[in-house]
Nanobody, 127 residues
Framework: QVQLVESGGGLVQAGGSLRLACAASGRTANDYAMGWFRQAPGKEREFVVGISVSGRNSNYADSVQGRFTISRDNAKNTVHLQMDSLKPEDTAVYYC????????????????????WGQGTQVTVSS
């Protein structure tokens, strides 16, 4: 069992920045690819970014490429998402996700393949 706890959401003006954190706990937390999905009101949950167990590989949704950066610290069982140049369309609940996969494989873009979810943290970007 893996538990995921997000923090760092909030309200920011367009063009601003936020940094999200996801703390993982459990015996095998470092055996999981991790990343973030988001869900806006009335929309389906969508992939944002993923990082491999090793931390060497990552992938980004086209909508956030160049603005968001994911990193992980396996010594602290923590993943961070640095979000810069935020836009109103980034407004959503952001969910940390973990998937059991190969060491250098990134988190799947398919939410049905996620093994564990965090409770979510709200990010609101005002125009």
């Amino acid at each position: 069992q893996v538990q995921l706890v997000e923090s760092g959401g909030g309200l920011v003006q367009a063009g601003g920045s936020l940094r999200l954190a996801c703390a993982a706990s459990g015996r095998t937390a470092n055996d999981y690819a991790m990343g973030w999905f988001r869900q806006a009101p009335g929309k389906e949950r969508e992939f944002v970014v993923g990082i491999s167990v090793s931390g060497r590989n990552s992938n980004y949704a086209d909508s956030v490429q160049g603005r968001f950066t994911i990193s992980r610290d396996n010594a602290k069982n923590t993943v961070h998402l640095q979000m810069d140049s935020l836009k109103p369309e980034d407004t959503a609940v952001y969910y940390c996700a973990a998937e059991s996969t190969f060491y250098n494989s990134v988190l799947s873009r398919n939410r049905r393949e996620v093994d564990y979810w965090g409770q979510g943290t709200q990010v609101t970007v005002s125009s």
